[in-house]
């Protein structure tokens, strides 16, 4: 009963962590991080991403435009290119070393130590991907919300707002980090819910004999 409940564990845990991995992936290059709509022009939305700007009219015509400079943006954008992309990596390293580690995973099964060990360090790097998601994402928000209240600025100036891919950001974030949290937690069950095989012990040559049964004289025995 414990080793099924396990196994759902491993299983949800790495379910969450592939889910998280490519939402994370989906944000990164997606240029919805920003939305900002003209009110002198509401025929126009203008989305901004980590790589390029790109401009929505009401006929659905999408143009758009690669950032100039890697070194012309903005601190948070420059970091979170950096960020995001890192996140992506360690996501990738982490679905494979957890899925290594799994139970049903055929591989090194002879060897719990390893495939518990495989399972820690799967969910150790798939919560710091986590975190490496969140971190950028809630930074640029945080940017974003300043900007908005910002009193300096005149009020007929546009101000930018949240995009889809924020949320889908913190989205990815929380599902690497719980289903890291999950496959590290579930890593027990390599040591317990699959006990090692019984040691084979070789028969004896000759079964006890019965009484009065005496082995058969050696032929050196009977030469006089």
Request: aromatic share 8%; hydrophobic share 45%; charged share 15%.
């Amino acid at each position: 009963m414990a080793g099924g409940w396990w196994a759902k564990a491993q299983a949800g845990g790495m379910l969450l962590a592939l889910l998280g991995w490519v939402s994370s992936c989906v944000t990164t290059f997606v240029p919805l991080w920003k939305n900002l709509n003209l009110d002198l022009n509401e025929l126009e939305v203008w989305n901004m991403g980590l790589w390029q700007v790109c401009i929505t009219q009401e006929e659905g015509v999408v143009e758009c435009q690669a950032h100039g400079s890697f070194l012309a943006l903005p601190p948070e954008l420059r970091i979170s290119r950096l960020l995001m992309c890192v996140s992506n990596g360690l996501g990738l390293l982490g679905c494979l070393l957890a899925a290594m580690g799994l139970d049903s995973w055929r591989a090194c099964e002879d060897k719990p130590g390893q495939k518990q060990r495989l399972l820690l360090a799967g969910g150790a790097v798939l919560g710091t991907a986590g975190i490496t998601t969140l971190v950028p994402v809630s930074w640029v928000a945080y940017n974003t919300v300043l900007d908005f209240w910002d009193e300096t600025v005149p009020d007929i100036v546009p101000r930018w707002e949240f995009g889809e891919a924020t949320f889908l950001g913190w989205f990815a974030g929380a599902f690497l980090a719980a289903g890291g949290l999950l496959l590290a937690c579930s890593a027990r069950s390599t040591s317990t819910a699959t006990p090692p095989a019984p040691a084979c012990h070789q028969l004896p040559t000759t079964r006890g004999l019965g009484r009065g049964h005496h082995p058969p004289p050696k032929i050196a025995d009977l030469v006089i």
